[in-house]
């Protein structure tokens, strides 16, 4: 079946440090992926999307890689601060009529 | 983008009654969908809200225990109808211009029921 995984572990890094972290996808080739950040308590926001054809996207302090040969994407937050302190979701289509989303890597970052 | 705002915010309701959760864009959107959260857990796709027809529900959710409308593209409407303790959770409601494009959310439901 169809499986997007994300690290359920919490990713604890220092300030300033940069964050990795990693989305893999199971059984579909999706045109598309995407990654939101979810604050407690609130709705997801759409942060960056890269396309099955791009190696990689940035947005100011963040990057996006896309392997389509590992099924795999990294997300990279460089120079981290406290306020990047969230949970991060990868979203793509497995070919049904919405997104699919991971469950989420919560990232904490220590002053 | 767009800015998507629902009502209520949060409820506390009885088991066996039924609560509707409203959902407004701010511009008009192609495809609107309503996701389930559990805490801690990721967004489950209920159904997608189709403007003028029934609903297409995804498996595992029926038509009779969420009823979905959306009368136009900017306004969607989700009932969790004769409601149990496993149906508390947070009900997230989406917009989006294409399938498989961004997707704009609301700030969510928090649903408890007792």
């Known amino acids: 079946s169809q499986k997007i995984e994300q690290n359920s572990e919490a990713l604890n890094i220092q300030e300033g440090k940069t964050a990795t972290l990693t989305c893999n996808y199971t059984n579909y080739s999706p045109a598309y992926l995407q990654w939101y950040r979810q604050d407690p308590g609130r709705g997801p926001v759409f942060l960056l999307l890269i396309r099955e054809n791009e190696k990689e996207k940035r947005k100011e302090r963040l990057k996006v890689t896309f392997d389509t040969t590992l099924k795999q994407s990294l997300f990279h937050i460089t120079a981290s601060q406290p306020a990047d302190s969230a949970t991060y979701l990868c979203?793509?289509?497995?070919?049904?009529?919405?997104?699919?989303f991971g469950s989420g890597t919560r990232l904490q970052v220590q002053p | 983008s767009a800015v998507i705002s629902q009502k209520p915010s949060r409820d506390i309701c009885q088991r066996g009654t039924s609560l509707t959760i409203q959902c407004q864009v701010d511009?008009?959107?192609?495809?609107m969908f309503w996701y389930r959260q559990q805490p801690g857990q990721s967004l489950t796709l209920i159904a997608t809200a189709n403007q003028g027809s029934e609903a297409t529900y995804e498996s595992g959710f029926v038509i009779d225990k969420f009823p979905i409308s959306r009368p136009n593209l900017t306004f969607s409407t989700l009932t969790v109808s004769n409601m149990s303790p496993e149906d508390s959770s947070i009900y997230l409601c989406s917009g989006g211009t294409g399938r498989q494009e961004t997707q704009y959310f609301g700030p969510g439901t928090r649903l408890l029921v007792l």
């Open positions: 979203a793509l289509d497995m070919g049904r009529r919405a997104l699919t």
């Open positions: 511009s008009q959107v192609t495809m």
